[in-house]
Structure formats: C-alpha cells, structure tokens
C-alpha cells in the first residue's frame, strides 16, 4: 500500500491550506468564543467542493477518493477544529450513507444538496441512554400508512444546531432489538421537530451540539434509508468511516499544536537562550514529530482501506478504529507537552495551544470512545483469528 500522496492530492492539500489559513484561521478563534456556529464557512467550504469530497460527481460531490477527504479534514482542522469536525459529519455521516443505501430518488434530493454545501446534515443516533451501547434506542418510529410517526430525545447532536436534514435512528420494531432499529432522511424544518439551545462545551464549542426533541414528527415513508430493520447496520458501518474523519481531525489539532511548540521554542529564551537548546524539550519535540506522524500514516492507511473496500466490498473496522484510537490519544499527549512547553502563557488564551488541547480532547470521547475501540479492535483481532467475540 502506497501511502505517499499523488500529484492530484498535494495540489488539494496545497489549495485547503490556503483556503485554511486565509479563510477559516481569522475566525477560528472568535468562534471558539462566542460558539458562533460558521454557517457561512461551511458554505465557503461547499463551494470549493468540500462538502462532499468522495461524493460522486453526478450528485454534487467533488468524486476524489477517500485519502484527499483525510487530507481536506486535517488541513481544516490544523486551523479550526469546530470546522473540522463540521465537515467531517456532513461528509463522512451523512452524505457517505445516503451514498451507500440510498435509493435514486434520495440522492437526488437529499445528497445532491448536501455535498454541493447547499444543505448541511447531521447525524442522530445518541440518546440520553444509548451512548456507547448505541443500539439502546428510545425514539419510536410507528407506520402510518406512506408515513412513520416519530417521538423521542436525541443528545449531543453536533451540527444539529443548523442542519437542514438529520439522518435519525429510530426503534420501529423494539421486539427485535438492534434489528429493529431504521433510519429516516428528516427534514429538520417539519412540525414537531425542535432544537435545544447549543450546548457550551469545554472544546469544538461552535460545532452547533444540540439535543433534538422529535414529537410525532411525521416521515414520509419514502425518506425511510434503507430496509427498515437495517438502521443499526447502516450507523455502525457510517460510523467506521466517521471515524477516519476524527482521526484526521486529531492529527490536524496535533500538527497545529506541534507547530506552534517549535516555534515557540525558538523565540523563548531562558537562562540566557532559546528553550529549544535544552535537551527536555527537544526529546519533547521528537516524541511529538514521531507521534504526529506515526498518527498520520495510521488514518491514510485506513482512508486508503476505506476506498479499496468501496469497490471490494471488504470491511475496514480495524483499520478504523486502529487510527481513530491511536490519533485521538496521540493528539492528547501532543497537545499536553505543546502547552507544558509555552509555560504559563500555554494557559492563556493568546496561544494557539489552549485551544488545541481542549479541542484534542473531544476526540476521544465523539464517534466512538476509546474504550470502545479497544473493543473494537480486540474483535477484530479473534475474529481474524477465528475465535469472534461479537
């Protein structure tokens, strides 16, 4: 597997970049403030085809492969991890599943709009009692006739504070458990269909995080995504490619974080010289170059799975959670020793590194906790060896 980037990819990593930093870093730091949510970015963003990277041409999408989706959401992130994350859930958690079971009709209407930036999507699956045991499902979806009445809570909802349309997770049969469990393509402008205020949080804080309260919410029928019983399939397998896109978003905070640590390092001085001559924080520098990359190679190496299995039909859960785990921890030590490194002035808000670690740490906890992926991968690993334990 080659992971070294082709001509067309450094030239996408070289036009985000600049996107990044001229467009996106004025305003990163206000919006972390204020919780602001950046519609108008997000707009920017779709414009430039960053909606919906790995969206087909012929429904909007920019049609590149799932590594340039990586390297769009790690230069994002590297300056704004709220706009990151934004549109890693309208890429990867909602245009990516109506891609894979949506029918024709719902691509035209839902995804076209969604990965040209038109529209904004986010993805409703946690309850106030189905977090990590996601299949724990409350919201109750009941037929009626060419629709499906819908009641129930969902929490931590991020972009949910603009959405346009909220893919959500449902129990249509509870007898039958996780197979009971539907997805429905919903217009969040139907009657019944309410939004809390957005939620301040420690990081990501205009990443517009809501809860959404549905009551009897009607669906039509023909907005159900995929079989009905086939939901929990649907967002566990959107939730393996989400989780390429947090892992991009770590190494992004982290790479910022590392920059600015070796920057730092240079100007402060200390005893009469820069702090960067001090063996301490040169180990420190090399633990973070070593980690950062290390985390880098890990979410290409499961982008560039995620694409093969397009066409292959194959799964990349490990190789998922292998990358998403491993970044989203790195990006905690990284961040930690860039804002030990800049001392007290690390704990103010005139650096760059207060805002990176209290991004990076979202990271292990969204789209899966650690825990969880240890799970995960420790499956994968009987499963490969022919001793599955779930």
């Given amino acids: ?5 082709n001509e067309e990819q450094q030239l996408l990593r070289d036009s985000v970049r600049a996107f ?8 990163a730091a206000v919006i972390d403030q204020t919780g602001e949510f950046p519609k108008d970015l997000f707009s920017a963003a779709g414009e430039l085809g960053l909606a919906g990277v790995a969206v087909p041409t012929e429904y909007g999408g920019s049609g590149m492969d799932v590594v340039s989706y990586a390297i769009v959401i790690e230069e994002i992130s590297r300056v704004c991890a709220n706009m990151g994350v934004i549109l890693s859930v309208n890429n990867s958690l909602v245009c990516d599943p109506i891609e894979k079971f949506g029918n024709e009709d719902q691509k035209k209407r839902f995804l076209t709009p969604l990965a040209r930036g038109e529209k904004l999507g986010c993805f409703a ?6 977090g990590s045991d996601a299949g724990n499902q409350k919201t109750r979806a009941v037929r009626e006739g060419d629709a499906y009445r819908i009641s129930g809570q969902k929490v931590f909802i991020t972009c949910g504070q603009a959405a346009d349309v909220c893919l959500l997770f449902a129990m249509t049969n509870p007898e039958k458990k996780t197979r009971g469990i539907s997805a429905f393509l919903v217009d969040a402008s139907s009657p019944g269909f309410d939004r809390s205020r957005h939620q301040v ?6 990443s517009g995080t809501v809860e959404i309260f549905l009551t009897d919410v009607l669906v039509p029928a023909a907005d159900r995504l995929g079989e009905e019983g086939e939901g929990f399939k649907i967002a566990m397998t959107t939730l393996d490619g989400g989780r390429i896109g947090i892992a991009a978003q770590a190494v992004g905070i982290a790479q910022e974080a590392f920059e600015a640590a070796v920057s730092y390092s240079r ?7 820069p702090i960067a001559d001090f063996q301490a924080l040169r180990f420190y520098l090399a633990d973070m170059a070593t980690d950062v990359d290390a985390a880098r190679l890990l979410t290409r190496k499961a982008a560039a799975a995620k694409q093969e299995a397009k066409t292959s039909g194959g799964r990349y859960s490990m190789e998922a959670a292998v990358a998403k785990l491993f970044a989203a921890e790195m990006a905690q030590r990284v961040t930690t020793k860039a804002l030990q490194m800049h001392g007290g002035y690390g ?12 991004d990076a740490r979202i990271t292990e906890i969204y789209e899966g906790t650690s825990e969880i992926h240890r799970l995960i991968i420790a499956r994968e690993i009987f499963r490969d060896s022919g001793l599955a334990i779930g």
């Fill in 1 to 5: 597997m080659n992971l070294d980037l």
């Fill in 20 to 27: 990044a930093e001229e467009v996106v870093r004025p305003r």
């Fill in 125 to 130: 699956l946690t309850e106030p009692d189905a």
């Fill in 201 to 206: 949080k420690l990081g990501v804080n205009a």
């Fill in 267 to 273: 100007a402060r001085k200390a005893f009469g010289r």
């Fill in 347 to 358: 704990y103010t808000k005139e650096y760059p590194v207060e805002r990176n670690f209290r």
